[in-house]
């Protein structure tokens, strides 16, 4: 018999099922057995793998910051439209994804740390012609709690063959944007002041 309290400690200690065998002078089958009785998990390949590069620990140490919802959210804004947005149209503020969530998340950022009303927002959507507009239209306005008629009409493009990027946006792209020259000129500024 293997004690659980001496297989744990070795376990959780990053050594492998193998590494404890040759420790204890056991088979590896021993080592299995007893860990199935003491029911304690093992840990999945990638988990071993990553230990096994990583000896010492995660090589990175992330830092507890302490930030309002305000800031988070102003952070998060900024950052989504930097990474997703159309900075060359000198009037408006558009985000285009595939991702509902991240349009939630924008117009989130524009109404609570913008002041952008719900009555300025405008949506378009573009779609692979292997799926039907209003397909598309049912998703995003279940997805986004908006009636169907807000998206108008539907941009339908030719597939693009058999990628990743057809199976991610299965719905097409959803874009969300205000026109504004004021709140535009103050976005490029915000982004400005972070590089």
């Not at 990175?60 to 990474?83: A, P, Q, R």
């Not at 944007?177 to 535009?184: F, H, Q, R």
Request: glycine letters at 8%.
């Amino acid at each position: 018999m293997i004690q659980k309290k001496l297989l744990r400690n070795l376990y959780s200690s990053g050594l492998s099922i193998s590494e404890i065998s040759k420790r204890l002078k056991c088979s590896e089958h021993k080592v299995v057995y007893w860990m199935g009785k003491h029911n304690l998990k093992r840990r999945s390949r990638s988990e071993a793998l990553y230990l096994k590069n990583n000896p010492d620990g995660d090589p990175f140490k992330i830092k507890n910051v302490e930030v309002d919802n305000d800031s988070f959210l102003l952070g998060l804004g900024l950052g989504l439209y930097w990474g997703e947005g159309n900075k060359v149209n000198k009037h408006s503020i558009r985000v285009g994804t595939s991702d509902a969530d991240m349009i939630i998340t924008f117009r989130k950022f524009m109404k609570e740390i913008c002041g952008v009303k719900d009555s300025k927002f405008r949506y378009s959507l573009i779609c692979f012609k292997d799926r039907s507009g209003v397909e598309s239209k049912k998703y995003w306005s279940k997805k986004l709690s908006l009636p169907e008629k807000i998206f108008g009409k539907v941009t339908i493009i030719p597939s693009m063959g058999k990628g990743t990027y057809r199976k991610i946006s299965n719905y097409g792209v959803c874009t969300i944007y205000v026109n504004n020259i004021k709140l535009k000129g103050w976005m490029m500024d915000q982004i400005e002041s972070l590089k």
